[in-house]
């Protein structure tokens, strides 16, 4: 089945402590996302990757780190997380870049909580 | 500042009628746009797209429109259904960009 996983689902940490959220999709897509959603705010988007070892800030990325290796996997760390970090996550890939017509395929999300 | 705005957070409807779901953009190099469906606890599922090069886009019960004179689209489902109870989000992007703009999602609530 074509999809984008995403691990964990459900996440609490302090603050401070590093994690990792990993991403990976089997549909062999070039382009990878990931958004952050707030209520009021829609989808913001983190960071976008356009091909292996290809990346790029979206509109929020401070405080977020991320790589691509590997096509199938687009993990997002975040070296010192803060509370306002609490959000739900949402990782996402397409099959070229946003401007060629290829709809993005979402994960199922990972709600975090940094207290 | 927000590229793509859905200005109403909520929106009822009976069954059976249509809904009708409004979004604005302010850049004019968008030229692809697309409808996206959420149920909680789950993703954004994909449910229909429109480029520029068309003003309208028909998928079974979902329809989409385009004027791009007004920078605006809708998303028309007829009839609608109890299982269409969702958030929605309109999304944008441009030819020469490499990134995807959301709206801050209408919730749709079909009442039975």
């Known amino acids: 089945e074509a999809q984008v996983t995403q691990n964990p689902r459900y996440l609490i940490t302090v603050t401070g402590k590093k994690l990792t959220v990993t991403c990976s999709q089997n549909?062999?897509?070039?382009?990878m996302s990931w958004y952050r959603q707030d209520p009021g705010l829609g989808l913001r988007q983190i960071y976008y990757?356009?091909?292996?070892?290809?990346?790029d800030k979206g509109d929020v990325p401070e405080g977020y780190k991320v790589s691509r290796k590997e096509k199938r996997n687009f993990p997002l760390i975040l070296e010192s997380p803060s509370p306002n970090q609490t959000s739900l996550y949402f990782c996402a890939s397409s099959l070229s870049f946003a401007g060629a017509n290829s709809p993005l395929h979402f994960g199922n999300g990972t709600r975090l909580t940094v207290t | 500042d927000q590229q793509v705005k859905q200005n109403s957070p909520s929106l009822s409807v009976q069954e059976g009628r249509i809904s009708i779901l409004n979004c604005d953009y302010t850049n004019s190099m968008f030229d692809y746009f697309l409808w996206y469906k959420k149920y909680p606890a789950e993703g954004p599922t994909f449910l229909i797209s429109i480029s520029s090069i068309k003003d309208k886009n028909e998928d079974g019960r979902f329809t989409v429109f385009l004027n791009k004179s007004a920078k605006h689209l809708s998303l028309h489902i007829v009839p609608s259904q109890p299982g269409d109870s969702a958030v929605y989000f309109c999304a944008a992007s441009g030819r020469t960009g490499n990134q995807f703009y959301f709206g801050t999602g209408t919730s749709l609530t079909v009442i039975p």
């Open positions: 990757s356009m091909n292996v070892e290809v990346t």
């Open positions: 549909m062999n897509h070039e382009y």
